[in-house]
């Protein structure tokens, strides 16, 4: 009887230290997919049976829209210096998706006080897909193309939006003085590797 009631406990104090579904409450593992609330733009973490039912399109209406796992590394993305100057990014990173809410595409960019939209040039932008067509694959509000140039990198990534948010809070909490320090470097460098490495 006493073990029982020790085995009880022990799943109690489990699940509580587990992260719950933001939807039904169910307890929920570390590794989850979550939802994107278009009008709020924040994540919610899903159980396996609410993601199932988001997986349906028209599930989710227009508030709730599931993040897919896509990431996928742009090895011959055509894109030279100059394009880049012409979509007006004032640094060198930056991730794009497309507004359902807006009706069109956003650009923002990661730095020490979160992501910042930045005025984007359309029109550099649809030269951008048709010299790139996979870019026209990306999946309203909840894909986006990552874009890193910093300190001679030349990378470029389809990724669920959450990789986006993930990047601009290691930057914004991290960031030290002007540069930002040797630490956020290194967990940039971390945080490309990583994803560099997924295969989805």
């Not at 997919?33 to 919610?44: F, M, Q, V």
Request: glycine share 6%; with cysteine.
């Amino acid at each position: 009887m006493r073990l029982m009631q020790l085995a009880r406990e022990a799943t109690a104090e489990a699940e509580q230290q587990l992260e719950q579904c933001d939807l039904c409450g169910e307890p929920i593992p570390p590794e989850h997919r979550h939802l994107l609330d278009l009008s709020t733009r924040e994540l919610i973490c899903a159980c396996q049976a609410c993601r199932l039912l988001f997986e349906r399109p028209a599930a989710g209406g227009a508030h709730y829209r599931l993040v897919p796992d896509r990431r996928l590394a742009l090895q011959d993305f055509v894109m030279d210096d100059a394009a880049w100057e012409r979509l007006r990014i004032p640094v060198d990173m930056a991730f794009f998706f497309h507004s359902s809410e807006a009706d069109r595409v956003q650009a923002y960019y990661p730095g020490p006080m979160g992501a910042t939209e930045s005025l984007l040039e359309l029109g550099a932008w649809d030269e951008l897909v048709r010299d790139n067509p996979v870019l026209a694959t990306l999946e309203p509000d909840v894909e986006a193309l990552l874009v890193n140039r910093a300190r001679g990198a030349r990378m470029q990534f389809i990724v669920p939006i959450e990789d986006c948010y993930r990047l601009a809070g290691l930057i914004r909490t991290r960031w030290r003085g002007l540069s930002g320090g040797e630490e956020v470097w290194k967990a940039i460098d971390g945080f490309f590797k990583e994803v560099a490495a997924w295969r989805t």
